[in-house]
């Protein structure tokens, strides 16, 4: 749901301005203004700085007005269940401990922290979820299909965060033991992730060869027209276009893309389907991220200008993170810092741990450091701090 930003409203209008009016010096339509206000739309990096002198405001004064605070009580009904979204996040552990019982709701769990960013907390809980599960599969002389699936699912958290990380053996072998479980369980869909997972480990090593072989077979395996099948060949599409950007490959890279909007156009909204997050807004995000890869910074930020990530599902700040690195990236290369620090702000507001851990992140921030030299961008040198980067 979205967040009011009442503050926003009434700066606006402190200042006497009308809608209409702060619209037409910033060139907008009168829309966009009132979508802001309402949380319903976030203004892009690019025009932030704008939109701060017109406001007569600093940049980090209208990061606070765009990002209110969240109400601190949860809503009654999770306070009675002890369910509530962020309980993990907040303490660091599961709501229930572990069993055979609610195994598969914890590896969801798992999931979940992982799509959030809270990697650490992933890590922690790995261990402890992993023995519920093996408790779950052992219950009977034979696995039933959903036990086995269940431990397909926590391989494929297990391998997503090898990868993350840079464990790239880690991720392979773990892909590969979600590979057995699926098949084992007869699991189609299962079978889809663990190629997928695996074509991800393939791409971190630069085996692009055997990455594009995988993703063609998992692809080709999933023909049908329901929404599952619908959700993984347009994954599978997505990571082609970004195997098709390693090779440079620019044309079919777009096929795979425009192939991939169509399946999100038949599934016809931003879902996330076995922890997928494909629906219409992914797309364009990996629209950006192979322009990035084919080292093409304008055509990313074209791209991007079309993105509004708080149409997602909520949760994605992985996602939303992957967003804001590849615009931070752009700007870098076309020497606009400022916008590049405000996007790399925007990361760490949605994910502070990747942008704590993320070697991408660290070789950004060195390059804006040196550059600055005839004036101090704002918010850089305290970033880098918190960042762990010697500023």
């Known amino acids: 749901m979205a967040t009011r930003r009442d503050s926003l409203a009434a700066r606006r209008e402190a200042l006497g301005l009308s809608q209409e009016a702060l619209a037409r010096e910033l060139d907008v339509e009168l829309s966009t203004v009132g979508r802001w206000e309402r949380g319903t739309l976030t203004p892009q990096p690019r025009r932030r700085p704008e939109l701060a002198r017109a406001l007569h405001i600093s940049l980090d004064a209208l990061a606070g007005l765009l990002n209110p605070a969240p109400s601190p009580d949860p809503p009654a009904a999770a306070r009675a269940t002890n369910r509530h979204p962020d309980t993990a996040s907040r303490h660091g552990s599961l709501p229930d401990p572990p069993t055979a019982g609610n195994a598969s709701d914890q590896v969801d ?108 077979s998992a692809a080709s395996s999933t023909r049908s027209r329901d929404p599952q099948s619908v959700t993984w060949r347009g994954v599978m599409m997505l990571i082609g276009a970004v195997i098709a950007a390693r090779r440079n490959d620019a044309t079919e890279a777009g096929r795979r893309l425009d192939h991939a909007e169509e399946l999100a156009r038949l599934l016809g909204a931003d879902a996330n389907i076995g922890w997928t997050a494909f629906g219409p807004t992914n797309v364009l995000i990996h629209r950006s991220s192979v322009a990035v890869a084919l080292g093409d910074p304008r055509t990313a930020l074209n791209r991007a200008d079309q993105i509004d990530v708080t149409r997602m599902p909520v949760g994605l700040n992985g996602r939303q993170a992957r967003f804001h690195l590849d615009n931070a990236w752009a700007h870098t290369q076309l020497g606009e810092d400022p916008e590049a620090v405000i996007h790399l702000l925007d990361t760490e507001r949605v994910a502070p741990e990747l942008m704590r851990t993320n070697p991408g992140t660290h070789r950004l921030i060195h390059k804006l450091l040196t550059r600055e030299r005839r004036y101090r961008v704002p918010g850089l040198r305290e970033l880098a701090h918190r960042a762990g980067v010697a500023a």
């Not at 299909?145 to 993350?164: D, N, Y």
């Open 109 to 216: 769990q798992l999931h979940r922290a992982y799509q959030a960013a809270r990697y650490d907390d992933v890590r922690r809980l790995l261990p402890s979820v992993t023995t519920a599960v093996d408790e779950l599969v052992a219950q009977t002389a034979q696995p039933t299909r959903h036990a086995l699936s269940v431990r397909c699912s926590l391989h494929i958290v297990t391998a997503k965060l090898a990868t993350k990380v840079g464990n790239h053996a880690e991720a392979g072998i773990a892909a590969e033991r979600a590979r057995t479980a699926a098949e084992t369980a007869e699991d189609t869909f299962g079978q889809a992730a663990a190629a997928y997972q695996r074509t991800c480990a393939l791409l971190r090593t630069g085996d692009v060869d055997d990455a594009e072989q995988v993703a063609a």
